[in-house]
């Protein structure tokens, strides 16, 4: 293979011959390599340019390279095609560049796909939409006919605002047909109405008085912009304690140094109550990004942010691909969030991701939580990252009285899932017009439904897993796959008529058990499934900001970032349901994380809050550290745990999962894989073994993990590896998961 300075050459060569240049030109699809195109005559096409080029069959959009990505074979120039044009889209920066690499070499992913996440906004590569609009002219002379229509819409145009014909048309309340016949008279003008502009933040807009924790933490943080290099520091402070307000002003700093800035957070904290505080600071709304936001929006912001129009974007995770050009600061807020971690296609953990953006760019990263990661949390403890530590609520509030609720002893009644001692804090916090969370989560209605006749249980047809009751829906549904079908009269397999009864609550059985009651509480009950999009859920959440609901009942989607100032009283209904992956190692942290924080939401401005947790292990440390209210207790506990079985980040995972069609087929793979890797002294391959969900949409699935030290260069090793695996059989699949989360 040449080396680069040989392809250089070549290609300088190959140019002064023909009189023609070539470019390499990546392209979005799964594979590593670049492929050279001719640049016809009359075209500039620089390297991260997006170009049209021919490609198999089709015209696709590539981005011209700034290197040379070979496969090993050399081209011939005569055969090389041209690209056919360039497109009008503002080129991806090279840092951009470095980091798809960076990305794509981590990760294992091909550096196609990669630059493939970072094109996820088609309408940017297309020609710009010019919407078009009305404006009066000033002084043209009135048509002879002037009917009361007409004069209303020249009254209303007399402000000389460029309005769309539909809207004068409604504001004049007259039909389109009467702006048309003032346009042809000569007293209208269709001119283009403008793009909308980005707000832009203003950094010194509002100002903050801080506590003197406050006041240290935030030096930090603006030392740490100041300073322009790279760095990462650990905003680590108790739920409330002001961690927003804090990066707010390191993002304040970024701004005024004309950096751009970069807000990630867990999708679902996106909420309307973040979006409002940014404004109050800024005095203009943030950027969103997230995956709710229409394709024409989407090409607006990739242009704005690629072209440095936008300053400061807030978004999930998925933003850290946008063509920053000037970033200067990313804060990563609930850094300990699972949602960071994307598992298709490119499995990457965002967080990490972006430390890495950080490194590459020169620029300091911010990572906020009230929970850190175990991952975060030994960076700070050995100093690889600076700690930043807020101890109290900014509100000096004490932080909630947690209690155990021990099922063992304190048992249910048949039928119903809130203990005694739960149903009394409930009916005391109504009575003191304060407001209730009770958090489960658990889609649904009841996870388990079998046949009290036969003792068949209802599993998806696809996948190794029951089929959840949705009772609102009528359905039965698989988590899994989607898979759904009408709730069934009968049991399927006896046929016995209405033996089938729901075993185990999901959010929607317990709102029965609370309506039944509690029946004069208002109610909001929060789940993925029951609401349909982020304006809706915004809505919701409003409410209970303002107290239009007494009793709250929520998944993970109310767990987390808000600020309820209502809320008295934090119920966990099911405290051990993260606990049950046995083989996850994340599950106690997960478990810690989550309780902590839904507890957190409890009591935060005015009066002590508090949680009452429902387990069948009051002994597990997770739950000991809970009702202690004790974080570096759970935390010394788990780094042992994590140090003595070389977990993360004292050793590194990856996870590959093998699947096909054919349950043999998978089988057999998995152990020729397994096979064929390479002996080492550090490194051990464990399995292959069955998946614990053995099936997902009718394909088998077979893991490996692997395991290495800290220092070791896993990803070499794996590299080496998938160069020893012949072809598969065209049906198999082999995924490569990097810091695997998910061990299913
Ligand atoms: N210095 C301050 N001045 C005025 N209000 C403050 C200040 N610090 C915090 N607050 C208020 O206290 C509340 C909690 O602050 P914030 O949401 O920033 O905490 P947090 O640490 O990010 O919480 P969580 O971890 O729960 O998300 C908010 O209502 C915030 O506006
Ligand atoms: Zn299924």
């Given at each position: 293979m040449n080396g680069p300075l040989d392809s250089l050459l070549e290609i300088l060569d190959n140019g002064a011959r023909s009189g023609a240049r070539s470019v390499p030109v990546l392209m979005p699809v799964a594979l590593d390599q670049t492929y050279d195109y001719l640049v016809p005559e009359g075209i500039e096409a620089p390297p991260g340019s997006f170009v049209l080029v021919p490609f198999g069959q089709q015209t696709r959009i590539g981005i011209v390279w700034d290197g040379q990505r070979g496969n090993g074979k050399a081209v011939d120039p005569k055969k090389l095609k041209s690209l056919t044009s360039l497109i009008d889209a503002p080129p991806l920066p090279e840092i951009s560049m470095r980091f798809a690499e960076w990305v794509a070499r981590y990760t294992l992913a091909p550096l196609g796909m990669v630059a493939r996440m970072m094109m996820s906004a088609d309408a940017a590569f297309e020609p710009p939409k010019h919407r078009f609009g009305v404006r009066i002219v000033e002084g043209a002379p009135l048509p002879p006919k002037m009917t009361s229509a007409r004069t209303r819409v020249l009254e209303?145009?007399?402000?000389?605002?460029?309005?769309?014909?539909?809207?004068?048309?409604?504001?004049?309340?007259?039909?389109?047909?009467?702006?048309?016949g003032l346009a042809a008279s000569g007293n209208l003008v269709e001119v283009a109405i403008p793009e909308r502009v980005f707000p832009l933040p203003k950094p010194a807009h509002a100002t903050t008085e801080f506590t003197d924790k406050q006041a240290e933490a935030v030096a930090t943080l603006v030392s740490t912009v100041d300073a322009g290099n790279f760095s990462v520091t650990l905003l680590d402070g108790v739920t409330g304690s002001g961690k927003t307000e804090v990066y707010f002003e390191a993002v304040a700093r970024a701004l005024e140094a004309g950096e751009q800035a970069l807000i990630m957070l867990p999708e679902i904290a996106l909420t309307s109550q973040f979006l409002e505080r940014f404004e109050q600071r800024f005095g203009a709304a943030p950027v969103e990004w997230h995956s709710a936001?229409?394709?024409?929006?989407?090409?607006?912001?990739?242009?704005?942010?690629?072209?440095?129009?936008?300053?400061?974007?807030?978004?999930?995770?998925?933003?850290?691909?946008?063509?920053?050009?000037?970033?200067?600061?990313?804060?990563?807020?609930?850094?300990?969030?699972?949602?960071?971690?994307?598992?298709?296609?490119?499995?990457?953990?965002?967080?990490?991701?972006?430390?890495?953006?950080?490194?590459?760019?020169?620029?300091?990263?911010?990572?906020?939580?009230?929970?850190?990661?175990?991952?975060?949390?030994?960076?700070?403890?050995?100093?690889?990252?600076?700690?930043?530590?807020?101890?109290?609520?900014?509100?000096?509030?004490?932080?909630?009285?947690?209690?155990?609720?021990?099922?063992?002893?304190?048992?249910?009644?048949?039928?119903?899932?809130?203990?005694?001692?739960?149903?009394?804090?409930?009916?005391?916090?109504l009575e003191n017009g304060q407001q209730t969370l009770l958090f489960l989560n658990r889609r649904g209605y009841a996870p388990l439904t079998l046949c009290r006749a036969c003792g068949h249980r209802l599993e998806c047809p696809q996948?190794?897993?029951?089929?959840?009751?949705?009772?609102?829906?009528?359905?039965?549904?698989?988590?899994?796959?989607?898979?759904?079908?009408?709730?069934?009269?009968?049991?399927?397999?006896?046929?016995?008529?209405?033996?089938?009864?729901?075993?185990?609550?999901?959010?929607?059985?317990?709102?029965?058990?609370?309506?039944?009651?509690?029946?004069?509480?208002?109610?909001?009950?929060?789940?993925?499934?029951?609401?349909?999009?982020?304006?809706?859920?915004?809505?919701?959440?409003?409410?209970?900001?303002?107290?239009?609901?007494?009793?709250?009942?929520?998944?993970?989607?109310?767990?987390?970032?808000?600020?309820?100032?209502?809320?008295?009283?934090?119920?966990?209904?099911?405290?051990?349901?993260?606990?049950?992956?046995?083989?996850?190692?994340?599950?106690?942290?997960?478990?810690?994380?989550?309780?902590?924080?839904?507890?957190?939401?409890?009591?935060?401005?005015?009066?002590?809050?508090?949680?009452?947790?429902?387990?069948?292990?009051?002994?597990?440390?997770?739950?000991?550290?809970?009702?202690?209210?004790?974080?570096?207790?759970?935390?010394?506990?788990?780094?042992?745990?994590?140090?003595?079985?070389?977990?993360?980040?004292?050793?590194?995972?990856?996870?590959?999962?093998?699947?096909?069609?054919?349950?043999?087929?998978?089988?057999?793979?998995?152990?020729?894989?397994?096979?064929?890797?390479?002996?080492?002294?550090?490194?051990?391959?464990?399995?292959?073994?069955?998946?614990?969900?053995?099936?997902?949409?009718?394909?088998?699935?077979?893991?490996?993990?692997?395991?290495?030290?800290?220092?070791?260069?896993?990803?070499?090793?794996?590299?080496?590896?998938?160069?020893?695996?012949?072809?598969?059989?065209?049906?198999?699949?082999?995924?490569?998961?990097?810091?695997?989360?998910?061990?299913?």
């Amino acid at each position: 293979m040449n080396g680069p300075l040989d392809s250089l050459l070549e290609i300088l060569d190959n140019g002064a011959r023909s009189g023609a240049r070539s470019v390499p030109v990546l392209m979005p699809v799964a594979l590593d390599q670049t492929y050279d195109y001719l640049v016809p005559e009359g075209i500039e096409a620089p390297p991260g340019s997006f170009v049209l080029v021919p490609f198999g069959q089709q015209t696709r959009i590539g981005i011209v390279w700034d290197g040379q990505r070979g496969n090993g074979k050399a081209v011939d120039p005569k055969k090389l095609k041209s690209l056919t044009s360039l497109i009008d889209a503002p080129p991806l920066p090279e840092i951009s560049m470095r980091f798809a690499e960076w990305v794509a070499r981590y990760t294992l992913a091909p550096l196609g796909m990669v630059a493939r996440m970072m094109m996820s906004a088609d309408a940017a590569f297309e020609p710009p939409k010019h919407r078009f609009g009305v404006r009066i002219v000033e002084g043209a002379p009135l048509p002879p006919k002037m009917t009361s229509a007409r004069t209303r819409v020249l009254e209303v145009a007399a402000d000389g605002l460029i309005r769309a014909k539909s809207d004068l048309a409604n504001l004049a309340d007259c039909s389109t047909g009467v702006i048309d016949g003032l346009a042809a008279s000569g007293n209208l003008v269709e001119v283009a109405i403008p793009e909308r502009v980005f707000p832009l933040p203003k950094p010194a807009h509002a100002t903050t008085e801080f506590t003197d924790k406050q006041a240290e933490a935030v030096a930090t943080l603006v030392s740490t912009v100041d300073a322009g290099n790279f760095s990462v520091t650990l905003l680590d402070g108790v739920t409330g304690s002001g961690k927003t307000e804090v990066y707010f002003e390191a993002v304040a700093r970024a701004l005024e140094a004309g950096e751009q800035a970069l807000i990630m957070l867990p999708e679902i904290a996106l909420t309307s109550q973040f979006l409002e505080r940014f404004e109050q600071r800024f005095g203009a709304a943030p950027v969103e990004w997230h995956s709710a936001l229409s394709p024409a929006e989407r090409g607006r912001i990739w242009k704005g942010v690629a072209r440095g129009d936008v300053r400061c974007v807030v978004g999930a995770r998925s933003a850290l691909f946008l063509p920053f050009v000037e970033l200067g600061l990313i804060v990563i807020d609930e850094e300990h969030d699972q949602g960071f971690k994307q598992e298709d296609r490119v499995h990457y953990q965002a967080r990490d991701m972006a430390v890495v953006r950080g490194n590459l760019g020169k620029f300091p990263v911010v990572l906020a939580s009230a929970t850190p990661s175990i991952e975060s949390h030994v960076n700070a403890l050995v100093g690889r990252y600076r700690h930043a530590v807020l101890p109290g609520r900014f509100s000096g509030v004490a932080m909630p009285d947690v209690s155990l609720i021990d099922l063992k002893a304190e048992k249910l009644e048949p039928g119903k899932w809130l203990a005694q001692r739960l149903v009394g804090a409930i009916t005391e916090t109504l009575e003191n017009g304060q407001q209730t969370l009770l958090f489960l989560n658990r889609r649904g209605y009841a996870p388990l439904t079998l046949c009290r006749a036969c003792g068949h249980r209802l599993e998806c047809p696809q996948c190794t897993a029951w089929l959840v009751e949705h009772r609102f829906k009528k359905k039965l549904t698989c988590h899994h796959c989607g898979f759904s079908l009408a709730l069934p009269e009968k049991c399927p397999k006896c046929a016995a008529p209405g033996a089938l009864v729901a075993c185990g609550p999901g959010v929607e059985r317990v709102q029965e058990e609370v309506a039944e009651r509690f029946p004069d509480a208002r109610v909001a009950l929060l789940s993925s499934d029951l609401i349909p999009g982020l304006s809706e859920m915004r809505e919701i959440i409003r409410g209970i900001e303002a107290r239009e609901f007494d009793i709250i009942i929520g998944t993970q989607i109310v767990a987390k970032g808000h600020n309820f100032p209502g809320l008295a009283l934090v119920g966990v209904v099911d405290g051990d349901l993260g606990l049950a992956h046995g083989a996850d190692p994340r599950a106690a942290e997960r478990t810690f994380q989550l309780l902590h924080q839904v507890t957190g939401r409890a009591g935060r401005t005015s009066f002590v809050g508090r949680g009452f947790v429902q387990t069948y292990s009051t002994d597990h440390p997770v739950m000991q550290a809970i009702v202690a209210g004790d974080r570096d207790a759970f935390l010394n506990y788990e780094v042992k745990t994590r140090q003595s079985g070389l977990l993360p980040p004292y050793g590194r995972l990856a996870a590959i999962v093998i699947s096909a069609r054919d349950k043999a087929l998978t089988e057999v793979t998995a152990r020729e894989i397994a096979r064929r890797a390479p002996l080492s002294d550090v490194i051990s391959v464990l399995g292959p073994v069955e998946a614990p969900i053995a099936v997902v949409r009718g394909r088998h699935r077979w893991r490996l993990l692997v395991k290495a030290p800290r220092d070791v260069d896993l990803q070499g090793y794996l590299r080496a590896w998938a160069g020893t695996i012949p072809k598969l059989k065209s049906d198999v699949r082999v995924t490569v998961d990097i810091d695997p989360y998910n061990f299913l």
